[in-house]
C-alpha cells in the first residue's frame, strides 16, 4: 500500500522505483508490425541481447515464435537510418541482416539462406511482387563509389537466387524510397528525391509498367509541378494510388486520379518526415475505408475516414498505423503498437495486449503524465512542448523548494515531441526533476510552415524556444530557475550545446551523439544529410562564417557550465570525432566536462549495459553540479576538468 503522506526530500535524492539495470531488464523495443495471412508478425530490439533485432511471429493459436535466431541482427543502414528491413508473402520472409547487410530468404519448406550478399552493397524497403517470387528495394550500393555518393537504385530480387544483386529497374536520382507493386503484379509505384532536398522538403511519386527486365511508360504523378513531400504510395485492393502529401500544408491522404484530397484534417497531419523506410501511415479496409494514423499536437491516434469524414477509433494513442488482421467468423483485429500516457508500449490486438514492452515498474501515483504547454517564444510566435512534473508517491519537494528542470531536445531536427509513455522520462520526475519536451519550431506535427522556420534558423529558432520554454515554466513558479539542464541527441545534442554557449539560462547540459562542429558534421557525415544543412544553416562555401557562427566549438568563451559527452565509437552519422574536439576544447578552458565513448554501438544506443551507464552518470553529473547526492548510483562520474 502507498504511504498516506509523502516525505518531504530534497529534489534529485528521491529514492525512485527505476534503478539502471530495472530499465532495461526484460525489456524491449518494438516496431514495424506487419501481417501475413492470419499471422502477426513485429520486430523487437532487445538490449540484453546487444541490442540484437528479431523478427516475431504470433499465429492465431496465440503462440510467439522468433524467426530469426541469433546471431541474425533485423536491419538495414541504407541512409544510415534503414528501416523497411523485412517484408512477409505467403509465409515466406525476406530480411537484410544489419550486421552484414545481406538479403536472406527464410522459406515455408526449408532452412533460411542467403539471396544477395554483396559487400559494399545495402538492401532495404522490401515489397513482393504479386503472383512471383520477386521483391523489389531499394539499393544502396557503396562500390568503388565516393563515400559521400553511394549510388542509389531499385532493383528486382529474385528469391530463388543464391547469389543476386539485383536487376536495376530504376536509377539517376540521389534517391529512392517505397517501391509498391500493384496488386496485379504489373505496374509499380515509388519515391525519388534529390539534393539538396531532404524527403520532407521535396519528393516526386512515380508510377511505370513493372516488367521483367526493368520500367516502362514512367510517368511522374506528383511532385513535378509544385514542392511537395509525398511519403507511403500505396494501392488500393481495387487498384487506386493512394500517397500522403503536404502539399496543402499539412500532410494528408490523396489519390490519383482527382485533385481532391481524401481527407482533411487542416490541425493535424496523416503524414510523417521520411527517416526510415517502410513507414505506414494508412491502410485499407475491405469496405473501402480507410485507416490512418493522425497526429495531433504531439499525440498519434488510430482514425478511420471514410467518405472523406474522419472518426477516432477510440484505441490508446498508437505509435503507427494499424494493420488489419482477419479473425473469426470474418472479424477484423486491427494490430498496433501503443503509445499510452501511463505505462510501457505494447504490441496489440484491437484492445488485447499480446505482447508489452517490458514489466510495468512504475504504480499510478508514481507516474508524471504529460500537460501540452504553449509559450511565447521570439518575434512574438508560438511553440509547444510538454511539461512533466515531479512526482513519486512517496516524496516531496521541500517547503518553499521549487524542482530542478531537464529540457529535452528530440533529434532530427525535423522529428516530434510525443505525449507517450517513456520511462526515460519518468527516470527523471521520479527522482525529484520536472521535465519538459520541446517541440521547437522545425518539429512535425504542427503543418509545413510550422517545420519551415527552422530554414535557415538552426541553432538559433530551435535555443530561441528552448529558452522560451525555460522562462514559461519559471514564470509559473514550476521549477527552479538555477538548475535548468539541458539534453539531447544527435541533433538535439547540437541544439543542447548551441544553448549552452548561447545562454546562461542553462546551468549543465548532455550530449548523447550530438554536433559540435557544423564545418567537421559537414565534411564527415554520410551521403542522406551531406546536404541538410544547405537549408538549415546556409549553402557551403558561401556560407562559412554562419556555419562558424552557429558552431558550439567556436564559442565556448561564452560557456560557463559543464557538460557530460556520450559517444558511440562505431557512429557513422555524427562521427565520435565531434564529442572528443569539443571535450578537449571544454578541458582547455578548465570547464567541468565528463566524455565516455562504447565500443559498439552507433548512432543511437542500444545495448543494456549502454543504457545502464548512460542513466547513472548523466544522473551523478546532474547531481555534482547542482549540489544533491543522488542514492544508488552504480558508478561515480569521472569529471575531467
Not at 539534393?195 to 516488367?211: E, F, G, I, N, V
Not at 513507414?279 to 491516434?301: E, K, M, N, P
Amino acid at each position: 500500500m502507498p504511504p498516506t503522506s509523502k516525505q518531504p526530500a530534497p529534489c534529485g535524492t528521491w529514492e525512485s522505483p527505476l534503478t539502471a539495470d530495472a530499465m532495461t531488464k526484460g525489456r524491449v523495443g518494438l516496431g514495424d508490425v506487419s501481417v501475413d495471412g492470419d499471422a502477426l508478425y513485429w520486430l523487437e530490439s532487445r538490449p540484453e541481447e546487444q541490442g540484437r533485432s528479431v523478427l516475431v511471429r504470433r499465429l492465431p493459436d496465440g503462440s510467439l515464435h522468433d524467426m530469426t535466431p541469433a546471431p541474425a541482427n533485423v536491419g538495414s543502414r541504407v541512409h544510415e537510418y534503414g528501416g523497411g528491413a523485412y517484408t512477409v508473402s505467403n509465409g515466406r520472409i525476406v530480411f537484410s541482416n544489419k550486421t552484414d547487410s545481406a538479403v536472406w530468404l527464410i522459406p515455408t519448406d526449408g532452412p533460411p539462406r542467403k539471396i544477395a550478399a554483396f559487400e559494399g552493397c545495402r538492401y532495404a524497403d522490401f515489397s513482393f511482387v504479386p503472383g512471383t517470387d520477386t521483391v523489389v528495394c531499394v539499393r544502396e550500393d557503396h562500390r568503388g563509389r565516393p563515400a559521400l555518393d553511394p549510388e542509389a537504385t531499385i532493383v528486382l530480387l529474385n528469391i530463388a537466387a543464391t547469389s543476386h544483386e539485383g536487376i536495376v529497374l530504376a536509377r539517376g536520382a540521389d534517391f529512392y524510397a517505397s517501391p509498391r507493386p500493384s496488386p496485379d503484379g504489373q505496374r509499380i509505384a515509388f519515391l525519388s528525391w534529390n539534393h539538396p532536398d531532404m524527403p520532407w522538403d521535396a519528393t516526386q511519386l512515380h508510377t511505370a509498367r513493372l516488367q521483367p527486365s526493368g520500367l516502362t511508360d514512367i510517368v511522374t504523378v506528383a511532385g513535378a509541378d509544385q514542392r511537395e513531400a509525398v511519403v507511403q504510395p500505396e494501392w488500393s485492393p481495387t487498384g487506386t494510388l493512394h500517397f500522403c502529401t503536404d502539399r496543402s500544408g499539412w500532410w494528408n491522404i490523396h489519390q490519383t486520379g482527382t485533385t481532391e484530397p481524401v481527407t482533411t484534417v487542416p490541425d493535424g497531419e496523416i503524414g510523417g518526415p521520411l527517416w526510415n523506410l517502410g513507414q505506414r501511415y494508412f491502410t485499407f479496409l475491405s469496405d473501402g475505408s480507410i485507416v490512418a494514423a493522425l497526429s495531433r499536437g504531439g499525440q498519434i491516434r488510430a482514425v478511420t475516414v471514410k467518405n472523406g469524414e474522419v472518426d477516432d477509433l477510440s484505441l490508446p494513442p498508437v505509435q503507427h498505423c494499424p494493420v488489419t488482421l482477419p479473425g473469426p467468423t470474418g472479424t477484423i483485429s486491427l494490430a498496433y503498437v501503443s503509445a499510452s500516457t501511463d505505462g510501457p508500449s505494447a504490441v496489440c490486438l484491437s484492445h488485447e495486449v499480446i505482447r508489452r514492452s517490458g514489466p510495468a515498474l512504475l504504480a499510478a501515483e508514481d507516474v508524471s503524465v504529460a500537460e501540452p504547454i504553449t509559450f511565447t517564444t521570439s518575434d512574438n510566435e508560438p511553440a509547444y512542448g510538454f511539461f512533466y512534473p515531479p512526482m513519486n508517491a512517496r516524496f516531496e519537494p521541500l517547503a518553499g523548494e521549487r524542482p530542478p528542470l531537464v529540457v529535452m531536445i528530440h533529434g532530427g531536427p525535423t522529428s516530434m515531441a510525443r505525449a507517450g509513455f517513456s520511462l526515460q522520462i519518468q527516470w527523471w520526475t521520479t527522482r525529484g526533476f520536472a521535465v519538459v519536451d520541446v517541440n521547437y519550431r522545425g518539429s512535425t506535427g504542427f503543418g509545413r510552415p510550422y517545420r519551415r522556420k527552422l530554414d535557415s534558423n538552426w541553432g538559433v529558432a530551435d535555443v530561441e524556444d528552448c529558452v522560451a520554454a525555460v522562462a514559461y515554466l519559471v514564470a509559473e513558479g514550476r521549477v527552479d530557475p538555477e538548475r535548468i539542464a539541458i539534453r539531447g541527441g544527435s541533433s538535439g545534442g547540437f541544439t543542447a550545446l548551441a544553448a549552452l554557449t548561447a545562454s546562461s539560462v542553462f546551468k549543465a547540459g548532455a550530449s548523447l551523439y550530438g554536433i559540435g562542429d557544423l564545418m567537421l558534421l559537414a565534411k564527415e557525415t554520410h551521403k542522406f544529410e551531406s546536404r541538410y544543412m544547405d537549408r538549415l544553416v546556409g549553402k557551403l562555401p558561401q556560407s562559412a562564417a554562419v556555419y562558424a557562427e552557429r558552431s558550439p566549438i567556436e564559442h565556448l568563451d561564452r560557456m560557463t557550465v559543464g557538460a557530460i559527452f556520450f559517444q558511440g565509437l562505431d557512429d557513422k552519422v555524427v562521427p565520435p570525432s565531434q564529442a572528443a574536439t569539443m571535450v578537449t576544447a571544454m578541458r582547455k578552458r578548465g570547464l567541468p566536462v565528463a566524455h565516455y565513448e562504447f565500443e559498439g554501438e552507433g548512432h543511437g544506443f542500444r545495448r543494456a549495459a549502454t543504457l545502464r551507464r548512460v542513466l547513472d552518470l548523466e544522473l551523478g553529473f546532474y547531481g555534482r553540479l547542482f549540489g544533491f547526492e543522488p542514492p544508488g548510483l552504480s558508478e561515480a562520474v569521472e569529471i575531467l576538468s
